[in-house]
């Protein structure tokens, strides 16, 4: 007669605190990446925001050289120890990403240390996709090997996003680059970008 959930309390949802790699310990960090071949990787993440299921799920095929474009089509996740690649949860994570051609450059000689595989960063061990947990604690030893404070690889993200917008691009274009649902939630996410 009556719904049973009308006296609950739902719990107030945890904020995880945003933090970013201030830009005088990015150069640390990207120096840290490099020491272990993975400057490719990470200079990309650092340039593009992408989510860590949407860069470890690209492919060679997703990078066009001419216009310096990543598409992002798909997204690794690892459910129940399986990995598996599925489109993106929304329509609006489906993108085009311009990049920068330092980073093109060094997407290209990464290829060519592996030109028989499909994958842009195919892992050492397995020779297929990092697993997302793997790429986690390569970042924690960077980020311990440069001298740095623990941030979390989403933060990576965030670090992208804020200097974007503390460098002028404006914040329509920033959401569509993050594959964000609006420019008002991007707007609310950085806000402390723009102040």
Partial sequence: LRNPT???????????????????????????????????MFYLELTSGLRRGELLALLWEDLDIAERTISVTKTLSAKTGKMMVSPPKTQNSIRKVVIPTEAVELLVEEHEKHPDSPYMFPSPVTGNMYHPDAIGRVHKKLLKQAGLLDIRFHDLRHTFATLALQNGVDVKTLSSM?????????????????M
Avoid: N, W
């Fill in 178 to 194: 993050l594959g964000h649902y609006s420019a008002g939630f991007t707007l609310d996410t950085y806000t402390h970008a723009t």
């Fill in 6 to 40: 009308e006296d609950c309390i739902a719990p107030k949802v945890q904020k995880i605190e945003m933090q970013i790699l201030s830009p005088e310990h990015i150069k640390d960090y990207l120096e840290a990446a490099d020491r272990r071949g993975l400057l490719p």
